[in-house]
């Protein structure tokens, strides 16, 4: 019945101080990034998967 909305981070940080809500570096120390997403250079990316060479 409740089900809870996710925010989606934004896709650049805006660099403001205090950050906004929807930043991808403020979601990323706070745990509430969704999975398979990381920041880098202040940008959002997605995670790739690394397959096993065996």
């Not at 896709?11 to 809500?21: I, L, M, T």
């Not at 570096?25 to 690394?50: Q, W």
Request: a positive charge.
């Amino acid at each position: 019945m409740g089900k809870k909305k996710v925010k989606l981070p934004k896709s650049k940080c805006c660099v403001d101080k205090p950050r906004c809500k929807r930043c991808p570096i403020r979601m990323l120390k706070e745990g509430t990034l969704p999975p398979g997403y990381t920041v880098h250079k202040r940008k959002l990316v997605k995670t790739k998967k690394l397959s096993k060479a065996a």
